[in-house]
């Protein structure tokens, strides 16, 4: 059987796992503040992080890049608190933003979240509290007591209510034996009195507890301490105890540390206010557990052997969770079903094990319980027997029974029955259950006392139930509804509802606990009682979508009472969803109310409430009430609805209307036609109305065929009316004013002829004209909107209607009078009335129609007299003028002058009708109104050139002129003859002559234009020297007769020579150009021509001779350039004395290499401009000719000369001399020492680059100086490349490339002492050690390993194969898997045995220990054990068993066996233990079995069992011993007869008949000696009585004698003892004195009050945060500094 313990152990994490540093793990770097979030503090590489673990979610921890001297997470969120120096910050991880910040004036040495909200902050001399709420800034609490100064601060603790707080501390202090002891100091402070008290103690919690008949909880002050004198536990109360209760009595208990804790003292405490006991650790990781009541030590084990340095309440337990040092996070907490039972039976304390089960519920004293019940019950003490009942866990005496037996007590008079004596105490301690409540109000509610049962129920103190609620509804029904609501008895708290009224909330609770009554039963009842509640909660019932009863039935219990009125509101509400499944019943609703009350169902069906019913059924109800507009509403047959329709008086016109847009066409018409068949004049207006609205759905042909069936043109007038504004149908306007016209409505007709649009003009007209009417006015407007006013006025005339024509014309459109003119003069009307009917109407009409109306009847005279009068009333209208011009032209009656002086006739319409009459009259008339085209076309016609010529001339029309001469016109010969002979001849105004020769020029006519021109200016006319005309005359020789031109250059003198000489070359006429300049000396335009032209340099340079002017040379000095002719062009250039082309001049002269010319041209130019490109090349052109003294004479005088740039030309033209030069002039030292590398002067290139000191020239020079075997200089310069890192590898190539091996290595080795010598020549040295001296490598990377490039140089000496170096750069560089793998690959040269087990403890990747141990196994097997007890820390021993029992080499690891058992590991034990038993060592089997547990119990056992040696046989005994397999144990023994190791077992299984078995055994054997020990060691197992009565069987009385002799002693002291126990407790309850709440040292001044320590100061005293700096020996790991 496994042993009891009273508390649960749970590993909830191992930190390590999640990736936190061992390092890292302790007191400054991990904070808990509690069970929900650690808090670590690391560096990764230079970066500093914050880890924060949420235990909930441990898979994922939350990093964050923070850097900080410390960090605490809130209790409860994720808000953090980070300090570094004095500033302090809060932020919200989940919200991202800061929520706090402050900077404090001293350091704070320890901080702490005392709740959820608030931080408690220590410093070297004061303790504040900083709250997150608001703005508030720390404020200050209390001041540090002097006691704690120096101390390590470790721990803040207030209680629930913050009114005490506790600052704690430890420090080092090194006794007089030299042993160091750890002190605890505490400051306990009291914000209420504001005073402190210093306290020796180093842990210590609050806690709430209640005693035993105190209304208020009392706060305690828990706290351990270690004193020299040993460890001791306080519980004790602070402050006054609360109004009434009693004061808590001080405990004080020691601490029990063992031999081999010498050193520990206690860390942590916390309290389980759960189970009320306190969790004590001490820093060698024991678990102390004490009742808080008592202060009794229940249990105490190590469960921890690394020190648990942090911790906090774990809530989920009501237990402690800590971290040690290994990174394990652990809790403890109590174990509820096995506590009990380990109190009473490891500890055999009942009294402990009864108050704990009784306080916290707890199992596991049932019988305890039951046994002291009785014993009080029989005892005759009712009162104590009944708090026993009333306190056992899970209430297992209070049951009928208890009861049952309470009742059988009879009273004594004049005392409280024992019954109510229980319940009393029952209902003092809390709630009484079913049986209880039922019995203890049967008799109040005998007695009438209600009250009493209404206080308890407020109270909570009786459990409800059914049977209770019964027995109180015969006295109060509202009380017992009260009860069945408790007990949840649906039914019968609905059937209460019902009785007391409150019918409202029967569906609420039915709905909120699940049950579905029998409502139409419960809506029977309400009816009887309260109609108007039934009608409220048949509402209710079908206020869901889903109604709660069948509606039809609801409707029939309303029926059953004739309640129509009630029943119809109830249908109304429960219908309102209008639902298709619920048809019938709004069929039911509309025909109760149909056949008694009608309006009321006129209302229902006027809302449309309902869709679902019978319509038809419904419409003829509704025809039989009366209601005749519903019925036409439901029916839908045409013989129902005829027959119904037709009564209009009794319907709603408006209704009635819109009623026919539900019906279809076809019975719209029908119903039409039935009404107005039935009575016409009564139904005419709603066949009118109804027509109107839906004419577009029926047609209105339809309708008005139905109208005219009936001939009721009157309906038909009023239909088509109301339409025919917004009809487009012909047929709908004539149907109309044929309509109006029948009916009289002429006015009406006259409407809509003169708006209508849509009419049939024609046959309107011809209407009209048949219908006779009294006025004509609608046929006048009709005809004369479409243009019919020719047979109107035929139609007027022939039926003597004359009037109406003056009408017409007067007042209807004064406009058509032409037309009716026209037609008047058709029907030969007289000549007087037409000039009367002119004359009335006044400049009302067109002049130009009446004139085409009458000139088309060739009776144009007609209206002179009337034209006369208009011109002499001052008529200014053009078509007046015209018809009089018309009039006189054809009277010739001076028509020229006429058309010559009026200005008001338009010229085109005159002139158009002269063309035939009189051509010289049509072209006055067009040149007065400059009709162009008109007038060219009328002369062309009729040859009038000479009036067309001198007309364009005057006209100066250039557009005008482009159309007469162009190509295409056969008169233009004709023309221009014209033009020449008389126009221009005639004319003495030059734009005339301008406008004519530039038509001539557009026209594209040279010849004609030569000769016109040479007409005017060749033949001294006034403009012969005319500019314009002179150049004109040029221009057009060149474009048309080139021999002209030289003769009209030397003629004329009067032209723009420029122009004219460039518009000549551009005609390739360039003897004429070059004559024109040197006509008029622009000399380089001259030389120019010849230049580019001619293309004769001869002629050029004779020319520039003659002229001798500098731009000339210039020009000259170009051309010979570009043709090659450098010399000649310098010469030409000098002549000049130009030197602005010097960058072209140097350019050719460079090419054709003409330097010495090119010397004296830049001589030349130097003296005109001092450029720095013209002295630039003069340097290059002495270097160039080899005139280095000339050079150095010039450069070492004033110049602006590039010399760099010159320099650097002359070095890449290999003139490696004049670059000497050069460069040393400007202290170039750079190129300087590469020309002299050129040069072969070595020595002095190394001195140039060292005055240079540039990496490129070093590298120049080094590489020069290595081609020619200069070794010496070029590591002079390789010492200056090799110490920038970029250069390195490029000198190595180089070397390499060469095979100068030794070389390279020489130059590197000698820059090792280099200041600047950096790790790439560390590097490469190594590499190149590995390639040519790998005797040398070792002994650099020993010297140098810390400053080489370790990855590249594993790679040279990985590809070497030089393994022991390899491998001692793995180390170096950290890659300790590397580094195994390699020495277990190439173990003679790598391997060495110190320097493997050094190296394979610190491997990532645990896999190398098992290749590790195999590789042992095969090279060095006898070593193994020694890499074992190396591996030992990280190795997983199970597996590595597993491998030695694989390979058979269990023998071999015996001592590593041996060595790491200590672990109790499952596979070690048993490995081990197999062992022992093939080597027969029993001696070492049974010290292994007893100090390590973890195997197979019952396999080795039984194995042992068949062993051959007795020894081990017994071992297997034993082994059954530890498993509670007692039997098989004592039957081993029994079987080798081992007869004291059987009666040692029998008696430790504290089984009787196992003892009693083994004593029957004994008498078998007669082994009476072996009998008598029984009776001894298994004494308390033995029954008297059965002991007895063997012995007097077997007739060994004398055997048992002693043993009976003990039973009755025993029996005997029971019996005194008892009495003794019971007059004791008799005085102490007589005695209700309270004792002195005291310690064994003077009391606390806060417990005594202020009054009791006078010298105390009332001032504050405060603590600090972190550790003291600096260490001491023995100092406690995890709380002081490192």
Not at 121 to 133: F, G, K, N, P, R
Not at 874 to 887: D, F, M
Not at 1510 to 1528: D, M, V
Request: glycine share 4%.
């Amino acid at each position: 059987m496994a042993q009891i313990l009273p508390i649960q152990f749970q590993e909830h994490l191992q930190l390590q796992n999640v990736g936190i540093n061992a390092a890292n793990i302790g007191f400054s770097t991990l904070t808990m503040e509690s069970d929900k979030f650690i808090c670590i503090r690391e560096k990764v590489g230079e970066t500093a992080q914050v880890v924060i673990i949420d235990l909930s979610d441990t898979t994922n921890p939350i990093r964050r890049p923070i850097s900080a001297d410390s960090a605490i997470m809130n209790p409860a969120s994720k808000v953090i608190a980070l300090k570094a120096g004095k500033t302090l910050q809060i932020f919200n991880i989940e919200m991202k933003s800061k929520v706090k910040a402050h900077n404090m004036t001293e350091e704070v040495q320890f901080w702490k979240w005392i709740s959820v909200n608030t931080v408690a902050l220590v410093t070297d001399t004061a303790c504040y509290h900083w709250s997150m709420e608001g703005d508030s800034q720390p404020q200050k609490v209390f001041e540090r007591h002097s006691s704690l100064a120096g101390c390590q601060i470790i721990h803040y603790r207030t209680d629930v209510k913050q009114q005490w707080l506790l600052l704690i501390g430890i420090s080092a202090q090194v006794g007089d034996t030299q042993t160091n002891r750890v002190v605890g100091a505490m400051q306990l402070y009291s914000v209420e009195r504001k005073v402190s008290q210093p306290i020796e103690g180093h842990a210590a919690a609050f806690a709430q507890f209640t005693i035993p008949g105190n209304a208020s909880p009392s706060t305690l002050f828990c706290f351990a301490v270690r004193g020299a004198q040993g460890g001791k536990l306080h519980v004790i109360e602070v402050g006054q105890p609360a109004q009434g209760n009693q004061p808590f009595p001080k405990k004080a208990t020691d601490v029990f540390f063992p031999p081999e804790a010498q050193n520990d003292f206690p860390v942590a405490m916390q309290v389980g206010q759960k189970y009320d006991v306190i969790y004590l650790i001490t820093k060698y990781g024991y678990i102390h557990l004490y009742d808080i009541e008592t202060a009794t030590c229940i249990y105490m084990n190590r469960i921890s052997g690394d020190t648990i340095f942090v911790t906090a309440p774990h809530d989920a337990s009501s237990g402690i969770i800590g971290v040690n040092r290994k990174g394990q996070v652990l809790s403890v907490s109590v174990e509820e079903d096995s506590i009990v039972q380990y109190i009473t039976t490891t500890l055999q304390n009942p009294d402990l094990a009864l108050r704990i089960a009784s306080r916290n519920n707890l199992p596991g004293a049932e019988e305890l319980f039951v046994r002291k019940f009785n014993t009080l019950f029989q005892g005759g003490q009712y009162s104590e027997a009944a708090k026993v009942a009333a306190g056992a866990p899970k209430g297992i005496l209070r049951t009928p029974q208890t009861i049952q037996r309470f009742q059988q007590v009879p009273a004594q008079q004049g005392q409280t029955s024992p019954l109510l004596q229980y319940f009393g105490i029952l209902l003092d301690q809390g709630q009484l259950n079913k049986y209880e409540s039922l019995e203890l109000c049967r008799p109040v509610l005998q007695q009438g006392r209600k009250q009493l049962l209404e206080k308890w129920l407020k109270e909570d103190k009786l459990e409800c139930s059914e049977e209770l609620g019964d027995l109180v509804k015969v006295v109060d029904p509202t009380l017992a509804l009260s009860v069945y609501l408790r007990a949840n008895v649906p039914s019968k708290v609905i059937q209460c509802f019902a009785e007391t009224g409150q019918t409202q909330k029967i569906v609420l609770y039915a709905k909120k606990v699940g049950y579905t009554p029998d409502y139409i039963f419960l809506l029977r009842s309400i009816m009887r009682i309260n109609p108007d509640q039934g009608t409220q909660f048949a509402q209710m019932l079908v206020k869901d979508d889903e109604p709660l009863a069948d509606i039809n039935q609801i409707v029939d219990v309303f029926m059953e009472s004739n309640m129509v009125q009630q029943c119809t509101a109830f249908l109304l509400e429960a219908l309102s969803k209008n639902r298709p499944q619920e048809g019938p019943l709004q069929t039911r609703l509309l025909e109760m109310n149909l056949m008694y009350a009608p309006q009321v169902a006129d209302a229902i069906l006027g809302n449309q409430m309902f869709t679902h019913y019978d319509r038809a059924h419904i419409a003829q109800l509704c025809e039989k009430a009366g209601l005749l507009q519903r019925a036409l509403e439901h029916y839908t047959d045409l013989y129902d609805i005829k027959r119904a329709v037709v009564h209009t008086h009794l319907l709603n016109p408006e209704w009635l209307v819109n009623y026919f847009g539900s019906l279809s066409v076809e019975d719209s018409l029908e119903c039409i036609k039935a009404m107005l068949q039935s009575n016409i004049r009564q139904n005419l207006q709603v066949c009118v109305q109804i027509a109107t609205k839906y004419h577009e759905q029926l047609t209105t042909q339809a309708l008005i065929e139905i109208f005219e069936s009936f001939k009721s043109f009157e309906g038909l007038f009023y239909f088509l009316g109301s339409i025919v504004n917004f009809s487009q149908d012909a047929e709908v306007h004539f149907k109309y004013i044929q309509a109006a016209c029948k009916t009289g409505q002429i006015k009406e007709v006259e409407r809509i002829c003169r708006e209508s649009n849509c009419y049939n003009p024609e046959r309107v007209k011809n209407f009209l004209k048949e219908a006779k009417l009294t006025d004509q006015l609608p046929l006048i407007i009709v005809c004369d909107r479409f243009d019919y006013v020719h047979d109107l006025v035929l139609y007027l005339y022939r039926n003597n209607l004359q009037k109406y024509i003056e009408i017409y014309v007067q007042k209807v459109n004064p406009s058509r009078l032409p037309v009716v003119v026209g037609g008047l003069l058709d029907v030969d009307c007289g000549e007087d009335a037409i000039k009367q009917l002119i004359l009335v109407i006044r400049g009302q009409f067109s002049t130009d129609e009446l004139v085409a109306e009458v000139e088309k009847r060739n009776r144009l005279k007609l209206l002179l007299p009337w034209l006369e009068m208009r011109i002499h009333e001052g008529s200014v209208e053009p078509a007046t003028h015209n018809a009089l011009a018309k009039i006189y032209i054809d009277s010739n009656n001076n028509p020229e002058r006429f058309l010559r002086e009026n200005q008001y006739y338009d010229s085109k319409v005159v002139g158009k009708y002269c063309e035939k009459r009189d051509p010289h009259l049509a072209c006055v008339a067009y040149e007065r109104g400059h009709c162009d085209f008109e007038l060219i076309n009328v002369c062309n016609e009729n040859s009038l050139f000479k009036s067309e010529a001198r007309y364009l001339v005057r006209r100066r029309d250039a557009e005008l002129w482009a159309h007469v001469l162009q190509e295409d016109n056969e008169y233009r010969s004709q023309l221009i003859d014209q033009v020449v002979q008389t126009a221009l001849s005639e004319t003495q105004d030059p734009e005339d002559i301008s406008v004519t020769v530039k038509a001539f020029m557009t026209a594209d006519l040279p010849n004609e234009l030569i000769e016109l021109l040479e007409k005017i200016v060749l033949d001294n006319s006034m403009f012969s020297d005319h500019r314009n005309l002179q150049n004109l005359l040029i221009l057009t020789a060149i474009k048309a007769d080139r021999t002209r031109v030289m003769e009209y250059i030397n003629r004329l003198d009067n032209y723009d020579a420029p122009d004219i000489a460039n518009i000549a070359i551009s005609s390739e006429l360039y003897e004429e150009a070059f004559a024109i300049f040197r006509k008029f000396e622009v000399n380089t335009s001259a030389i120019q021509v010849l230049i580019d032209h001619i293309n004769n340099l001869d002629r050029a340079y004779e020319f520039a001779e003659k002229c001798n002017e500098p731009a000339v040379w210039s020009q000259l000095a170009r051309a010979q350039l570009s043709n090659g002719m450098v010399k000649e062009a310098i010469d030409s250039y000098i002549k000049a004395d130009d030197p602005s082309q010097y960058m072209e001049v140097v350019n050719v002269a460079s090419k054709s290499n003409n330097w010495e010319d090119l010397v004296k041209y830049l001589q030349m130019a130097r003296k005109k401009a001092r450029e720095t490109f013209i002295e630039t090349e003069l340097v290059f052109a002495y270097a160039m000719t080899n005139r280095l003294a000339d050079l150095e004479e010039f450069i070492s005088g004033p110049n602006h000369a590039a010399i760099t740039q010159v320099a650097d030309r002359c070095f890449d033209n290999k003139m490696y001399e004049a670059a000497k030069l050069l460069y040393n002039n400007v202290s170039n030292f750079a190129r300087l020492a590469i020309t002299l590398v050129h040069l072969g002067e070595y020595q002095g290139a190394v001195d140039s680059a060292r005055k240079a000191n540039s990496t490129k020239t070093w590298k120049e020079v080094c590489f020069a100086c290595v081609d020619n075997e200069e070794f010496r200089l070029a590591q002079m310069c390789g010492l200056h490349i090799v110490v920038h890192a970029d250069e390195l590898e490029e000198l190595i190539n180089y070397y390499q490339d060469r095979g100068y091996f030794e070389e390279l290595i020489s130059l590197l080795e000698a820059a090792l002492g280099l200041e600047r010598a950096h790790m790439g020549i560390f590097t490469e040295l190594a590499i190149l050690y590995s390639k040519y001296k790998p005797g040398k490598m070792r002994e650099h990377l020993e010297l140098f390993w810390s400053r080489v490039n370790i990855p590249k140089v594993l790679r040279a000496a990985d590809q070497a194969h030089l393994w022991a170096e390899l491998v001692f750069l793995y180390d170096k560089y950290e890659e300790f898997d590397n580094a195994i793998i390699t020495m277990m690959n190439h173990p003679t040269d790598a391997w060495k045995e110190s320097h493997f087990k050094d190296v394979v403890t610190k491997v990532a990747n645990i896999e190398l220990y098992y290749k590790a141990l195999q590789f042992y196994l095969d090279y060095k097997p006898l070593l193994l054990n020694d890499l074992l007890l190396v591996l030992t820390p990280r190795m997983d021993h199970t597996r590595a068993v597993t491998f030695f029992r694989k390979v058979g080499q269990i023998p071999l690891v015996k001592p590593y066996l041996r060595a790491v058992q200590n672990n109790n590991n499952k596979a070690i034990n048993e490995a081990l233990n197999n062992l022992l038993i093939e080597e027969e060592d029993y001696q070492g089997l049974r010290a292994s079995i007893d100090a390590f547990d973890n195997f197979d119990n019952i396999a080795l056992a039984q194995r042992l069992e068949k062993h051959e040696l007795i020894e081990f046989r017994r071992i297997g005994a034993y082994l059954y011993k530890g498993n509670n397999r007692w039997k098989q144990s004592v039957d081993l023994c029994k079987k080798d007869r081992l007869f004291k190791d059987a009666m040692l077992y029998a008696s430790e299984s504290r089984n009787i008949d196992i003892a009693e078995e083994l004593i029957a055994w004994f008498l078998e054997d007669k082994n009476y000696e072996c009998f008598a020990a029984s009776l001894f060691q298994c004494y308390d197992l033995l029954r008297p009585d059965v002991i007895l009565e063997l012995s007097w069987r077997h007739n060994i009385m004398d055997f048992a004698m002693p043993y009976m002799i003990q039973v009755m002693r025993e029996y005997t002291s029971k019996v005194d003892k008892l009495e003794q126990s019971d007059a004791v407790r008799s005085e102490e309850e007589q005695k209700a004195t309270d004792k002195p709440l005291v310690f064994s040292e003077p009391q606390l001044m806060l417990t005594a009050g202020p009054s009791s320590m006078p010298g105390m100061p009332g001032q504050m005293y405060g603590p600090g945060m972190y550790p003291v700096q600096g260490s001491y020996p023995g100092a406690m790991p995890g709380y002081m500094p490192m």
